[in-house]
């Protein structure tokens, strides 16, 4: 079964910055679609970013939008999340999730890989 991992989760205070990465060791993330999603327990997962294939076109959530920046280096097979100015409702346990079956992040709504998750703590 294939499956990312995430990691760079911490806790740390509002206004600092965290970047979370996303790998893969056993396929190229090279033809998938890479977004990142949060929860919170009780809550709906929500989808924070997404980049294409290409690494050219991203999506964030309004909640992130300006704060967050998703990147990809396919010759590195990973993909990271900077997350600037954080806040105590970025508070969540982050996953990384992949797709082969579009090129771009839109209509996508079914990713076929999935990480273990990795927390991230916001709080002064």
């Known amino acids: 079964q294939l499956q990312v991992v995430e990691s760079g989760g911490a806790s740390v205070q509002p206004g600092e910055s965290l970047k979370l990465s996303c790998a893969a060791s056993?396929?190229?993330?090279?033809?998938?679609?890479i977004a990142w999603f949060r929860q919170v327990p009780g809550k709906e997962r929500e989808e924070v970013s997404c980049v294409s294939v290409s690494g050219d076109s991203t999506t964030y959530a309004d909640s992130v939008k300006g704060r967050f920046t998703i990147s990809r280096d396919n010759s590195k097979n990973a993909v990271w999340l900077q997350m600037d100015n954080l806040k105590a409702e970025d508070t969540a346990v982050y996953y990384c999730?992949?797709?082969?079956?579009?090129?771009?992040?839109?209509?996508?709504?079914?990713?076929?890989?999935w990480g273990q998750g990795t927390l991230v703590t916001v709080s002064s």
């Open positions: 056993r396929f190229t993330l090279d033809y998938y679609v």
């Open positions: 999730a992949a797709t082969a079956l579009s090129e771009t992040c839109v209509s996508v709504n079914y990713f076929e890989v």
